[in-house]
């Protein structure tokens, strides 16, 4: 797996303009869209998992009523759909076309909120391929504090067009080095 976020975006582009030249309505590429983004997350934070933790998929941290697209868990970690908050290392938030709308912004922050009363030392990931520069500030603002481990690696300009109009590869770089940190616990 590549960690060059040039390959990984041509790829991602190259994978979604596929997606828009077939007859599907817009609730359905954008499943398609959010599912293969997590996929193809998955296989990047595979190389980053460290050596006593596993990667656990749509699961839920016990007494926080919301479901993780990844969490960071300890080896040792029963299978269980709720996963004791002491067994975890991080949590990931990952999507292809960022949020759409302001509850959603406000819905991620309870959630990061009550990961942090719960487990001070859980490190918190929202990873977005696509944003609005609006939503972008709406976000920063929101989240605050907790933000500081949000990633938007392209504008979504109008949110339509495919290529997106830029990109930021230093958020890239950003995400990679603190993936790396958590390599290293």
């Known amino acids: 797996m590549s960690l060059n976020f040039k390959e990984f975006r041509e790829n991602w582009v190259s994978f979604c303009i596929e997606l828009d030249r077939r007859k599907l309505n817009k609730y359905e590429k954008g499943k398609i869209k959010g599912k293969k983004f997590e996929e193809e997350f998955y296989k990047i ?3 980053f998992v460290p050596k006593s933790y596993r990667i656990a998929y749509q699961k ?3 007494d926080i009523d919301y479901k993780f697209d990844f969490l960071f868990i300890k080896s040792d970690a029963p299978d269980f759909y709720d996963i004791d908050p002491s067994k975890v290392l991080a949590v990931f938030e990952v999507k292809s076309h960022g949020f759409y709308g302001y509850k959603d912004i406000h819905k991620i922050k309870s959630v990061f909120e009550s990961v942090r009363k719960i487990g001070l030392e859980i490190k918190l990931f929202y ?3 696509r944003e609005t520069d609006t939503y972008d ?3 920063r603002a929101i989240l605050g504090n907790l933000g500081s481990n949000y990633y938007r690696l392209s504008d979504s300009g109008d949110g339509v067009q495919m290529p997106p109009p830029r990109y930021f590869p230093n958020e890239w770089d950003r995400l990679i080095e603190d993936l790396f940190t958590l390599k290293e616990m």
């Open 45 to 47: 934070l595979s190389s």
């Open 137 to 139: 500030k709406k976000v």
């Open 60 to 62: 839920k941290i016990k």
């Open 127 to 129: 990873i977005t391929f």
